[in-house]
């Protein structure tokens, strides 16, 4: 049985050079810096890379960041994969934990996680099962 860790999340995105000088402009790279408050807390770093297309409301993204804090009073780090997409308006996101990437108290960690975003305040809801967790 899943637990859920709930909270809420301050996200910084900040623009990056792409690796190629030349690359086309609907390309783009950002560096990601989180704090997470509530039942996980902690911060997070790291990078995503995401496509405009030429339909408006159209995009994509991938990124990665580790997670190094506190899980329910569990200490240890672990690394999420996010993939979406936007189809003219409509969103479609995938977050999970990387297999076997929890460290210390989070050795083992598996699990997604869900965001929402309403009146400027980002929220998640991590799904999560840890061996030996109550």
Not at 20 to 44: E, M, N, P
Not at 82 to 107: E, K, P
Request: negative net charge; proline residues 1%.
């Amino acid at each position: 049985m899943a637990l859920h860790a709930r909270g809420t999340f301050e996200v910084q995105l900040t623009p990056q050079a792409l690796a190629h000088a030349d690359a086309d402009a609907t390309l783009g790279r950002q560096s990601i810096d989180k704090q997470f408050q509530g039942d996980l807390a902690g911060t997070s770093q790291g990078e995503m890379l995401s496509a405009r297309t030429a339909v408006e409301g159209s995009a994509g993204y991938v990124a990665i960041e580790r997670v190094t804090g506190t899980l329910h009073g569990r200490q240890g780090s672990f690394v999420l994969q996010h993939s979406g997409t936007v189809t003219r308006g409509a969103q479609q996101l995938t977050i999970s934990v990387v297999l076997d990437s929890g460290t210390g108290d989070l050795a083992g960690l598996s699990g997604t996680m869900t965001l929402r975003i309403a009146d400027g305040v980002h929220a998640y809801d991590l799904a999560y099962t840890l061996p030996d967790a109550a």
